[in-house]
């Protein structure tokens, strides 16, 4: 026992030491994800070298991600200022089919159509956001009804899908592909990444939503409008919400009540594991990217091994799961020392 | 510089070295944790007899804490052993340490608000059960007579929220005794205690000591620390080094081998006696707000340091947050420069030129997560836009603004990207104080700025806070600390149950008056007796 000590006692007073174990927590707290993802891509690519490993697939892949990447980057600024939104889903649903439903019923143009559905997108946002800042509702509740009664709203509007009397020139805004081949969509989600990313990283208000997220009352006494900055997330959040739906019924050729709801949870998924990317537990544009990548290749690779459609939610929930729960593990780890 | 590697040296600060004694109840030897490649703790050797009344001091960062979570368990140490009444502890783990009878109270006493009194001291224990079910009356047999023990006046079914500060310290210290500790650790109890409850602490304390549990008292109040300990063990850079019995160092001394030098003589300084026939740089005119404030006026003239002296509750910080926008006062006003301002949140404070650094630095001023340069910047966003029409900002522009101020403030930091977190505490709070330079700021208000901060960063910040107050911005500076009162400031009002009591200027300026004028008026007396009754 004394002597053992000793001997280590000798071997750690020389040099400092490098606890290996800690900068391996670390690291795996920081860049977990994308080494999970890469590790993904690798197996894919050898499981299934061709079809899996294909630039038309990536490209797929990419398009399939675009819709819920905005979504997600849209919901990511409501976590990143210390809120919740859970309408995003239902709001996508919702102006989904009200997009088409302008077009088909009220015989709208297509341009004021899509304006249309946008400034619905950000008005729900903004609903969201006076309800969670006047009205002081907590948010996961207040965004829960707002959603809740879209979704009754929607059903008012039209209770049969509307697939007549939509413009090829719609379905074209997401179908084709205008540069190189790639699909319309990733240009949108490109552009709409890039801005928000600048957004928050470059301008005075990123910066202020931050700083909110961080610790609300420092920001408060730092001369911040906090329910300003609130706002303009939520604003923000059901503007995505709005591209989202309006380019899945694009998409689709269609508005189909109910149909965009299950981007809530991809998204939640997809910003959680971007949270755990990078940092430690900030949430932030690049890592709800990561987020929505590795969703995206795990669907398409296990659709291409052949595995049935119920592995995808046991997938999607698993990779949550332990993307965060290592994550927590590794930065409680470091936090203690 | 220090002998500390020879016992029999006597140190140069008076202390002795072999003060240790001997017949150690606790020993710890050979302490040491080293955190990413640096020392926090480097050999430590301690011991601590049955019913010791033991300090511990040094400056922030000097390995207190570590020390401190090492007994506790909740930090493995590299090496070191620690003995208790013989038997070795089990290291890292709080388990252990709680059943060899050690307690660890936290400055921020990790109290349930909402559970009753005894609720929360009987957390953790196993309690008594009739069919299944917690048999409150007889689970309470040892915690209520414990409160006995520690003098607890209150019925233990109140929310621990409807309690004061002092009277937490009282169910904390009573917890302790439940479960049957032989030490006790304190960390900066009287930080958030008033005079007459701080000596209540005390006689508790010395009670404790008599009936045979040690205590191990950290502060940075030395006046307590020299007046109240058995033994005082000096902490600097991770190592021990002063050892000595009560009364074989003074206040000066302890000064000196915390910091490793002297600091100036309060006496020695110069007074700056503001012109007051100047128009003040801000008036505070019969503001009054609830029960909090009843009805203050004052002025703050250009170049002084103006304080607010007073007790825990005396209403100034509500005062403070008045002015700086987070309530609307009941009645009154204030005037900026001479003119009539009207500010309705933080947001227009701030655009006004009023600032606050508040009290609670880590829970209403920093951004804990972020780094130096967002927390030094976040403020004065607006002055890094590239163009400023647009709302896009200079990454660059920030940093350089950060950098300088780090180096003028004299930031510990390895750079400005580093955690926040990671400074010490006088470091945090020189940055709070930097977010506000050259941000436009017309008065800045400092709640309590060295709480928990250590010597000679406090010195350094009483440099800022002067030099800031010449250079023509308002100051109020309040402060629970008579002595930093009585360094620092041109002027003093002394505020008492929402009111200004009186006025002190330059020379007469001493801890004496300041604490006469807070509690040792007359019906002041009159309610102490009271409460004794």
Same mark, same amino acid.
């Given at each position: 026992?004394?002597?053992?000590?000793e001997?280590t006692?000798?071997?750690?007073?020389?040099?400092k030491?490098? #606890?290996?174990r800690?900068?391996?927590?670390?690291f795996?707290?920081?860049?977990?994800?994308?080494?999970?993802?890469?590790?993904?891509?690798?197996?894919?690519?050898?499981?299934?070298?061709?079809?899996?490993?294909?630039?038309?697939?990536f490209?797929?892949?990419l398009?399939?991600?675009?819709?819920?990447a905005?979504?997600?980057?849209?919901?990511?600024?409501?976590?990143?200022?210390?809120?919740?939104?859970?309408?995003?889903?239902?709001?996508?649903s919702?102006?989904?089919?009200?997009v088409?439903?302008?077009?088909?019923?009220?015989?709208?143009?297509?341009?004021?159509?899509?304006?249309?559905?946008?400034?619905?997108?950000?008005?729900?946002?903004?609903?969201?956001?006076?309800?969670?800042?006047?009205?002081?509702?907590?948010?996961?509740i207040?965004?829960?009804?707002?959603?809740?009664?879209?979704?009754?709203?929607?059903?008012?509007?039209?209770?049969?899908?509307?697939?007549?009397?939509?413009?090829?020139?719609?379905?074209?805004?997401?179908?084709?592909?205008?540069?190189?081949?790639?699909?319309?969509?990733?240009?949108?989600m490109?552009?709409?990444?890039l801005?928000l990313?600048?957004?928050?990283?470059?301008t005075d208000?990123?910066?202020?939503?931050?700083? $909110?997220?961080?610790?609300?009352?420092?920001?408060?006494?730092?001369?911040?409008?906090?329910?300003?900055?609130?706002?303009?997330?939520?604003?923000?959040?059901?503007?995505?919400?709005?591209?989202?739906?309006?380019?899945?019924?694009?998409?689709l050729?269609?508005?189909?009540?109910?149909?965009?709801?299950?981007?809530?949870?991809?998204?939640?998924?997809?910003?959680?594991?971007?949270?755990?990317?990078?940092?430690?537990?900030?949430?932030?544009?690049?890592?709800?990217?990561?987020?929505?990548?590795?969703?995206?290749?795990?669907?398409?690779?296990?659709?291409?091994?052949?595995?049935?459609?119920?592995?995808?939610?046991?997938?999607?929930?698993?990779?949550?799961?332990?993307?965060?729960g290592?994550?927590?593990?590794?930065?409680?780890?470091?936090?203690?020392? | 510089?220090?002998?500390?590697?020879?016992?029999?040296?006597?140190?140069?600060?008076?202390?002795?070295?072999?003060?240790r004694?001997?017949?150690?109840?606790?020993?710890?030897?050979g302490?040491?944790?080293?955190?990413?490649?640096?020392?926090?703790?480097?050999?430590a050797?301690?011991?601590?007899?049955?019913?010791?009344?033991?300090?511990?001091?040094?400056?922030?960062?000097?390995?207190?804490?570590?020390?401190?979570?090492?007994?506790?368990?909740?930090?493995?140490?590299?090496?070191?052993?620690?003995?208790?009444?013989?038997?070795?502890?089990?290291?890292?783990?709080?388990?252990?340490?709680?059943?060899?009878?050690?307690?660890?109270?936290?400055?921020?006493?990790?109290?349930?608000?909402?559970?009753?009194?005894?609720?929360n001291?009987?957390?953790?224990?196993r309690?008594a059960?009739?069919?299944?079910?917690i048999?409150?009356?007889?689970?309470?047999?040892?915690?209520?007579?414990?409160?006995?023990r520690?003098?607890?006046?209150?019925?233990?079914?109140?929310p621990?929220?409807?309690?004061?500060?002092?009277?937490?310290?009282?169910?904390m210290?009573?917890?302790?005794?439940?479960?049957?500790?032989?030490?006790?650790?304190? #960390?900066?109890?009287?930080?958030?205690?008033?005079?007459?409850?701080?000596?209540k602490?005390?006689a508790?304390?010395?009670?404790?000591?008599?009936?045979?549990?040690?205590?191990?008292y950290?502060?940075?109040?030395?006046?307590?620390?020299?007046?109240?300990?058995?033994?005082?063990?000096?902490?600097?850079?991770?190592?021990?080094?002063d050892?000595?019995?009560?009364?074989?160092?003074?206040?000066?001394?302890?000064?000196?081998?915390?910091?490793?030098?002297?600091?100036?003589?309060?006496?020695?300084?110069?007074?700056?006696?503001?012109?007051?026939?100047?128009?003040?740089?801000?008036?505070?005119r019969?503001?009054?707000?609830?029960?909090?404030?009843?009805?203050?006026?004052?002025?703050?003239?250009?170049?002084?340091?103006?304080?607010?002296?007073?007790?825990?509750?005396?209403?100034?910080?509500?005062?403070?947050?008045? $002015?700086?926008?987070?309530?609307?006062?009941?009645?009154?006003?204030?005037?900026?420069?001479?003119?009539?301002?009207?500010?309705?949140?933080?947001?227009?404070?701030?655009?006004?030129?009023?600032a606050?650094v508040?009290?609670?630095?880590?829970?209403?001023?920093?951004?804990?997560?972020?780094?130096? #340069?967002?927390?030094?910047?976040?403020?004065?966003?607006?002055?890094?836009?590239?163009?400023?029409?647009?709302?896009?900002?200079?990454?660059?522009?920030?940093?350089?603004r950060?950098?300088?101020?780090?180096?003028?403030?004299?930031?510990?930091?390895?750079?400005?990207?580093?955690?926040?977190?990671?400074?010490s505490?006088?470091?945090?709070?020189?940055?709070?104080i930097?977010?506000?330079?050259?941000?436009?700021?017309?008065?800045?208000?400092l709640?309590?700025?060295?709480?928990?901060?250590?010597?000679?960063?406090r010195?350094?910040?009483?440099?800022?806070?002067?030099?800031?107050?010449?250079?023509?911005?308002?100051?109020?500076?309040?402060?629970?600390?008579?002595?930093?009162?009585?360094?620092v400031?041109?002027?003093?009002?002394?505020?008492?149950?929402?009111?200004?009591?009186?006025?002190?200027?330059?020379?007469?300026?001493?801890?004496?008056?300041?604490?006469?004028?807070?509690?040792?008026?007359?019906?002041?007396a009159?309610?102490?007796?009271?409460?004794?009754?």
């Open positions: 026992m004394t002597k053992r000590s001997t006692a000798r071997t750690t007073s020389g040099r030491p490098i #606890d290996w800690r900068a391996g927590l670390l795996l707290s920081r860049y977990g994800t994308i080494f999970g993802l890469v590790l993904m891509i690798v197996f894919f690519s050898s499981m299934a070298p061709t079809t899996f490993f294909s630039r038309a697939n490209l797929n892949i398009s399939q991600a675009s819709l819920t905005i979504i997600a980057a849209g919901l990511t600024y409501t976590l990143v200022v210390g809120e919740f939104d859970l309408s995003v889903g239902f709001a996508a919702f102006i989904g089919l009200i088409v439903g302008f077009m088909s019923y009220q015989g709208m143009p297509i341009w004021l159509s899509i304006v249309l559905a946008l400034v619905v997108g950000v008005c729900l946002g903004l609903i969201n956001g006076t309800l969670v800042t006047k009205v002081r509702i907590n948010a996961v207040a965004t829960l009804g707002v959603g809740t009664m879209l979704t009754g709203l929607g059903f008012s509007y039209s209770a049969f899908p509307i697939a007549t009397g939509i413009p090829r020139a719609f379905t074209n805004i997401s179908l084709s592909r205008v540069l190189f081949g790639i699909p319309n969509p990733v240009f949108f490109a552009a709409i990444l801005v990313w600048i957004i928050l990283n470059r208000i990123g910066q202020k939503m931050q700083a $909110v997220g961080a610790n609300i009352e420092a920001a408060r006494l730092s001369g911040i409008r906090v329910d300003r900055i609130k706002m303009f997330a939520f604003g923000t959040a059901g503007l995505c919400a709005a591209i989202t739906g309006t380019l899945l019924s694009s998409l050729g269609s508005g189909t009540l109910g149909v965009a709801d299950g981007y809530l949870l991809d998204a939640f998924a997809a910003v959680f594991l971007g949270s755990a990317t990078l940092r430690e537990g900030q949430f932030h544009i690049v890592g709800t990217f990561v987020g929505v990548l590795i969703l995206a290749v795990g669907f398409n690779g296990l659709a291409i091994l052949g595995a049935p459609a119920n592995y995808q939610p046991i997938f999607k929930g698993g990779i949550l799961i332990l993307a965060v290592m994550s927590a593990l590794a930065r409680r780890y470091a936090a203690s020392r | 510089m220090l002998g500390t590697t020879q016992k029999s040296e006597t140190s140069a600060f008076g202390g002795s070295m072999d003060a004694s001997p017949a150690g109840w606790m020993e710890i030897r302490l040491t944790k080293s955190f990413a490649g640096e020392l926090a703790l480097d050999a050797d301690l011991d601590i007899a049955r019913g010791e009344v033991h300090g511990l001091v040094g400056a922030n960062g000097a390995g207190k804490s570590t020390l401190i979570r090492c007994l506790a368990g909740v930090t493995m140490p590299d090496r070191g052993r620690i003995t208790i009444g013989g038997a070795e502890l089990r290291q890292g783990s709080p388990q252990a340490s709680e059943q060899a009878g050690l307690a660890f109270i936290h400055q921020e006493l990790n109290l349930v608000p909402h559970f009753s009194a005894l609720q001291m009987l957390l953790g224990v309690k059960t009739r069919f299944g079910l048999d409150w009356k007889r689970s309470g047999i040892r915690a209520r007579a414990a409160a006995k520690v003098g607890i006046q209150f019925p233990l079914e109140t621990v929220s409807e309690l004061s500060v002092a009277e937490r310290w009282l169910v210290i009573g917890k302790a005794l439940a479960l049957d500790a032989n030490l006790i650790a304190m #960390d900066e109890p009287t930080a958030s205690l008033s005079e007459p409850e701080s000596e602490l005390f508790i304390i010395r009670d404790l000591s008599r009936h045979g549990v040690a205590i191990l950290v502060s940075h109040r030395l006046e307590e620390v020299l007046d109240l300990c058995d033994r005082i063990t000096v902490l600097r850079d991770g190592r021990i080094v050892q000595a019995l009560r009364g074989r160092l003074d206040k000066k001394g302890l000064v000196r081998a915390i910091i490793g030098h002297d600091i100036r003589a309060p006496e020695d300084r110069e007074h700056f006696a503001a012109n007051r026939s100047q128009q003040p740089i801000f008036s505070v019969d503001v009054a707000w609830r029960s909090a404030v009843k009805g203050v006026s004052f002025d703050v003239f250009p170049g002084e340091v103006l304080a607010l002296g007073g007790l825990i509750g005396a209403g100034r910080t509500e005062l403070a947050r008045l $002015v700086a926008g987070v309530h609307r006062p009941d009645s009154g006003h204030f005037e900026l420069h001479g003119q009539r301002i009207a500010v309705a949140n933080e947001a227009e404070a701030v655009e006004t030129g009023i606050l508040p009290e609670e630095r880590r829970s209403q001023g920093l951004m804990l997560d972020y780094s130096v #340069d967002f927390n030094i910047n976040i403020a004065s966003l607006a002055t890094f836009r590239n163009f400023s029409s647009l709302p896009f900002v200079s990454p660059a522009k920030g940093r350089r950060a950098e300088g101020l780090v180096d003028r403030l004299g930031i510990k930091t390895p750079s400005i990207d580093a955690k926040i977190a990671s400074l505490g006088g470091n945090q709070q020189k940055a709070l930097a977010r506000w330079l050259g941000a436009g700021i017309r008065l800045l208000i709640d309590e700025p060295s709480r928990g901060v250590d010597v000679g960063a010195e350094e910040i009483h440099g800022t806070i002067r030099a800031l107050a010449r250079s023509g911005v308002g100051i109020i500076l309040i402060s629970s600390d008579v002595e930093e009162l009585a360094i400031a041109d002027r003093v009002l002394v505020m008492r149950e929402g009111r200004l009591t009186g006025e002190l200027a330059g020379r007469d300026i001493t801890e004496a008056r300041i604490i006469e004028l807070s509690y040792h008026s007359a019906d002041n009159e309610r102490e007796q009271r409460d004794q009754a």
